[in-house]
């Protein structure tokens, strides 16, 4: 009995996390932001940027750091997403840096 049900954990384990990297790269495909960051945050498995867009907007960012964008990120960096898309992209004073999705250890595109 107690076998069975490691079994059956182990089963759903893996069928849900397959289905959630599926589910969750079209929620990021769905997002559309660009703005300036003023403050960033992060705990163990979602990472959160505010800032403004052009239009002075307060702009919050909280997503799961799917990216491994967080380190890279510094205050006045600009943030863009663009819909249909599930790369990020990292626009700093000298550079531009594309971060694509990633879930389960492996990229998606």
Known sequence: ????????????????SCNNCYDYKRHVESLD??????????????????????KKN??????GEVWGIYDSVAIGDTLLKKKGEA??????????IVF???CGGRYYQ
Do not use: A, Q
């Open 1 to 16: 009995m107690i076998m069975r049900k490691i079994i059956n954990t182990i089963f759903i384990f893996t069928f849900w």
């Open 33 to 54: 932001y660009k703005f300036m960051i003023t403050e960033k945050s992060k705990d163990n498995r979602y990472i959160e940027f505010r800032g403004y867009d052009r």
């Open 58 to 63: 307060n702009i919050i960012f909280n997503e």
């Open 87 to 96: 790369d990020l992209v990292l626009i700093k004073k000298d550079t531009t």
């Open 100 to 102: 694509p999705f990633m």
